[in-house]
């Protein structure tokens, strides 16, 4: 176990009526509120209204910042920057998934600047700790935003899609009854989401016996048995709501306590969707699979405890095959073929992808471009 500094500032509210619950949050907030919401998904499903009314009762005067993408942009980020300092708000209110808590929460911070933010973090390796305060309504879990300090923002300009630091909510309302609206596919890739970071948090550098990969392990096992419980009835709420709680878990710190992390396939999806725009749960069905399969001998007494503790099979290759199993029960992309992409995947594009990942030890072993490459056109 490594030296640790850990904090948890993130106030939940879950479960059925979560937001009548979170009522005097609103009350202690600004009385200016720039509200931040995807592409329509809220209007459709009635929680827009509820939301607006709510605010409106607390007195609260509402500046609408919508259209926030799948993969969000670091141009929408300057937008919603620009507007939140134009009309001074005070408090930043997250409406949607993964893409819109973080392009708020990088809104947030960047309205306390006047410089680039994105230079600030990652050109100057400046420490960038401002931030507007911050609260986010989840409408899909899988990414675990609502509750750590990370938005991940595609630099258009740079070709890189990275995390920058942010503040973390105040508060996060969890009501898996927001959850009925999601389209099938993007539900179960949101679930692989989760699944995948709990398995990369595991895959990481530990000493053995160590209590955050134990917790990791055992939010695999749990996805996994929920997202079993909800292929055989799609409207299982109790599965609903473990897997809106094992998301949030698995990205909130607790499993990344003490040791090195690997995420190394989430660093290969994340400029996979820059050049091709991917869902990011439906790339990590992909790759991560791809991913293990490659370093299969080098992380073999891990991928062994996979096996035995979240797929409860013997041995590497028998966790792979369930692994890959789950993919296609899950209806989850198995091939480039199958994956919506906004270009045709080639091998040329392919080599641009490997070619822009950062190269970090951080997994069982040293990956270089080349490797990266290979694993990438095992998938097509
Ligand atoms: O935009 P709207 O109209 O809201 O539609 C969204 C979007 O099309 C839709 N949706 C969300 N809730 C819905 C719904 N549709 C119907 N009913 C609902 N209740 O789902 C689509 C996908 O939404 P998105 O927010 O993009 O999904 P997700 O939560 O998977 O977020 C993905 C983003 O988060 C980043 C990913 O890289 C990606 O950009 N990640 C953030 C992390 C973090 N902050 O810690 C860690 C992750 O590893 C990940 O990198
Ligand atoms: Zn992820």
Excluded at 37 to 55: A, P
Excluded at 226 to 236: K, T
Excluded at 276 to 305: F, Q, S, W
Aim: hydrophobic share 40%; charged share 25%; glycine share 8%.
């Amino acid at each position: 176990m490594k030296d640790f500094i850990f904090s948890y500032p993130v106030r939940i509210y879950f479960g059925d009526g979560a937001l009548d619950k979170a009522q005097s949050e609103f009350d202690q907030i600004q009385d200016k509120v720039l509200l931040v919401y995807g592409e329509g998904s809220i209007k459709r499903n009635g929680l827009y209204d509820k939301v607006t009314s709510l605010l409106k009762e607390k007195g609260k005067e509402v500046v609408e910042f919508s259209g926030v993408m799948p993969n969000p942009t670091y141009q929408k980020v300057l937008e919603g920057a620009s507007l939140a300092k134009k009309e001074k708000v005070g408090f930043v209110l997250a409406v949607g998934g993964g893409s819109v808590i973080d392009c708020a929460k990088v809104i947030a911070a960047s309205a306390c600047y006047e410089e680039d933010l994105w230079q600030l973090q990652f050109e100057r390796g400046l420490r960038s700790d401002r931030s507007l305060p911050v609260g986010a309504i989840l409408t899909i879990a899988g990414t675990g935003s609502e509750m750590n300090d990370i938005g991940v923002i595609t630099n258009e300009n740079a070709m890189i899609k990275r995390g920058m630091k942010t503040r973390a909510p105040l508060f996060a309302v969890l009501d898996p009854s927001y959850t009925l609206t999601i389209p099938k596919r993007q539900l179960f890739a949101a679930a692989f989401d989760t699944l995948s970071h709990a398995l990369e948090a595991y895959l990481g550098q530990s000493n053995k016996d160590n209590v955050s990969d134990d917790i990791a392990l055992a939010i695999a096992r749990n996805t996994v048995n929920n997202i079993e419980h909800l292929l055989e009835d799609f409207f299982d709420m109790d599965a609903r709501r473990n897997l809106m709680w094992d998301s949030a878990m698995a990205e909130n710190g607790l499993t990344k306590i003490g040791k090195e992390l690997d995420f190394t396939s989430h660093k290969i999806e994340h400029q996979l969707a820059v050049f091709t725009d991917c869902n990011h749960g439906e790339g990590l069905a992909l790759i991560l699979p791809a991913y293990y399969a490659y370093i299969k001998e080098e992380a073999k007494v891990k991928l062994e405890r996979i096996a035995k503790l979240v797929f409860d099979k013997d041995g590497a290759e028998e966790g792979l095959k369930a692994l890959k199993e789950l993919v296609e029960k899950m209806g989850l992309p198995s091939s480039f073929e199958e994956l919506a992409s906004k270009v045709k995947i080639d091998e040329a594009l392919l080599n641009k992808v490997a070619a822009s990942v950062t190269i970090v030890k951080t997994g069982p072993c040293l990956l270089d471009h080349e490797d990266i490459l290979k694993i990438l056109k095992n998938c097509l």
